[in-house]
């Protein structure tokens, strides 16, 4: 890869991005909505916009690709005002933690119709519950999707194992999960402290999503996935997805009845499921499997997987916070990037979860190569290492704001009560007596009536309405085609003849 100097404002201008932003429909007393998915927002198989996540309560709103942070904002606030439109008195609830939530068992996976392909998607999200329960699932976040032209595989993973290295650095800065609701944990061993009566929380937590009552599973621990070069990527996941896994030939893919447990019993049912905090993407074509797309034309963009949802900002996110990213990606792109090895993954693991459940700790360390370093002096250089990348950006775009996206973080690193993460704490405990719930209540009713109220575009709602029953109208063709019979279609997608090329 070139150096910072090398780079052309031509390459700079041509990084792109894009946003997937989940949230939990919840009633208007910030109950877990137990209704459908509307119908007013399409059909969740087929529209590209609008769809679910893991559950049919699970709201996740797509951009498409932009060359502007203010390009990518502005689409996700139109998909956001027109969605309100349509929810009538729910909320988008506001935080990554969820609500109150009810039984495990009962929290609606979602659903995407009577096709092979979208009883696959149902019998996928059947799988994940039996496997690390409902309630993980319903965490939401931000996926910041990033591309740049000129890469090579190599290029990529390289970005990918300094990125690894380096996300403590988003966690502290733009983590906003320092406390979770009871009934999160019912039932599960945790080392939270009570707040309130309803509300646990880690008093210097950044974000417990990423922590180990997050998207983490000892099972994947043992994948050990190496990401020094596409083929030992492709290599871990491919033998997670093709061998099967003890724990999960117990649960069996049907039950005594015939109903569908999950999709495979190998320790990954599709790519999907292997959770980190940053993958390589490729866009697949239809029937097409992730891996093999990945093997056959390389990668194509990452997917920054540890955002949160930030409380305070109407759309989970802004353009400081972005523009951040877009530094810091550059920054993981041109820093030297040595191989990874186990020892060293393992390492990354482990200050991952000290960051996540004790980052705004005083003097708090974390293991570098052979010895440890302060997880702020550490911060520091990098942010450090970033403001001549910033300074490029900003005479590519000639504007000062990738300048000022570094010094909210400077101001961050010198005052860790600017961190979303304590301001949420300390707005709870002055506002809502400790509630993580009132205090997410509020806000996601806040922000409700702020996006209610702003004005949307007629011609803008027209096209929305238009795509959402394009939508449906699609999925009802995809339903009527003839097909074959279910278990026919899933042993065929799930054959490790698709997961790689052709020879």
């Known amino acids: 890869m070139s150096r910072l100097q090398d780079l052309k404002p031509e390459r700079l201008l041509g990084m792109r991005r894009g946003i997937e932003k989940e949230s939990l429909r919840t ?13 007013a927002l399409g059909s969740a198989l087929t529209h590209g916009h609008i769809t679910t996540d893991y559950s049919e309560s699970q709201l996740e709103l797509i951009t498409g690709v932009h060359a502007s942070a203010e390009g990518c904002l502005e689409e996700l606030r139109t998909l956001h005002q027109f969605t309100y439109r349509q929810l009538g008195e729910q909320l988008m609830w506001v935080a990554s933690m969820p609500c109150q939530l009810p039984a495990d068992e009962t929290i609606p996976i979602g659903q995407y119709g009577s096709s092979n392909v979208g009883r696959a998607k149902s019998v996928y999200r059947m799988g994940l519950g039996h496997r690390y329960g409902r309630r993980m699932q319903t965490i939401s976040g931000i996926h910041y999707n990033w591309s740049m032209p000129g890469l090579s595989d190599d290029d990529h993973f390289a970005l990918i194992r ?11 800065l733009y983590g906003a999960s320092p406390a979770v609701c009871k009934t999160f944990v019912e039932g599960r061993p945790h080392e939270l402290q009570t707040l309130t009566g309803g509300t646990l929380h880690m008093p210097h937590a950044t974000s417990l999503r990423m922590g180990r009552l997050g998207y983490q599973s000892d099972a994947q621990a043992s994948i050990r996935a190496s990401f020094n070069n596409l083929e030992s990527y492709a290599a871990s996941l491919h033998g997670a997805l093709t061998q099967p896994y003890p724990a999960y030939e117990a649960i069996g893919v049907r039950n005594p009845g015939g109903e569908y447990n999950q999709l495979s019993t190998a320790l990954l049912q599709i790519e999907n499921e292997f959770y980190g905090t940053i993958r390589p993407k490729r866009t697949i074509r239809a029937g097409e499997r992730p891996l093999h797309a990945l093997r056959e034309r390389g990668v194509e963009y990452v997917e920054v997987r540890c955002m949160d949802l930030d409380p305070f900002e109407p759309l989970g996110i802004n353009s400081a916070t972005m523009r951040f990213l877009d530094v810091f990606l550059l920054h993981c792109l041109l820093s030297p ?3 990874d090895t186990p020892e060293e993954i393992a390492a990354l693991g482990r200050n991952q979860h000290r960051t996540a459940s004790h980052g705004r700790e005083p003097g708090l360390t974390l293991e570098r190569g052979s010895g440890t370093v302060t997880l702020v002096d550490w911060a520091r250089e990098i942010v450090a290492e970033c403001r001549p990348i910033a300074e490029q950006l900003d005479a590519a775009h000639r504007t000062q704001a990738h300048a000022q996206a570094l010094a909210i973080a400077d101001e961050r690193l010198r005052n860790p009560a600017a961190t979303p993460s304590a301001r949420a704490l300390a707005r709870m405990v002055a506002a809502h007596d400790g509630s993580f719930s009132g205090f997410a209540l509020q806000r996601s009713r806040e922000i409700r009536a702020e996006l209610l109220a702003a004005p949307l575009a007629a011609e803008l709602e027209a096209r929305l309405k238009a795509e959402a029953a394009a939508s449906l109208a699609e999925q009802r063709r995809i339903e009527a085609a003839e097909q074959p019979d279910f278990e026919t279609f899933r042993a065929d997608y799930l054959s490790p003849a698709h997961l790689s090329p052709a020879a």
């Open 27 to 39: 009633e208007p007393n910030g109950a877990l909505a137990m209704t459908p998915h509307p119908q």
């Open 162 to 172: 300094n990125f690894r290295r380096h996300s403590f650095v988003l966690l502290y």
């Open 337 to 339: 990037s040595a191989p």
